[in-house]
């Protein structure tokens, strides 16, 4: 399975963006999807994830309000809608897979090329 993210680019504090994550190949029910981001010079930083299945979606508490995961199971994407954007928010964003839901990087086997996100002030 190979991941493509998409949906990035330059836009100013107190916009919405919304990032894509397309999917190759069968996902199992049970997989989890996660997004990530991260600065030059820092650790990747987790965002949120979601089951493949849909039962379980859960974000960064520091997200919670503004953003939002969603998949479409039929089109084998998993969405990451960012609202009310802030320049903090400037980061290469990521999607990866995993089997559990964690909030650790190295949970996940699969990952994305990363999505460029710069939030201007």
């Known amino acids: 399975v190979q991941l493509q993210a998409s949906g990035g680019g330059l836009v100013q504090a107190g916009d919405s963006l919304t990032l894509s994550c397309a999917a190759s190949?069968?996902?199992?029910?049970?997989?989890?999807m996660g997004w990530f981001r991260q600065d030059p010079g820092k650790e990747r930083e987790f965002v949120g994830q979601?089951?493949?299945?849909?039962?379980?979606?859960y974000l960064e508490e520091s997200m919670k309000g503004r953003f939002t995961i969603s998949r479409d199971s039929a089109k084998n994407t998993v969405y990451l809608l960012m609202n009310s954007l802030k320049p903090e928010d400037t980061a290469t964003y990521y999607c990866?897979?995993?089997?559990?839901?964690?909030?650790?990087?190295?949970?996940?086997?699969?990952w994305g090329q990363g999505t460029q996100v710069t939030v201007s002030s």
């Open positions: 979601t089951s493949w299945n849909g039962r379980l979606t």
């Open positions: 190949g069968r996902i199992f029910s049970s997989a989890v």
């Open positions: 990866a897979r995993g089997t559990s839901p964690d909030y650790t990087p190295g949970s996940y086997y699969s």
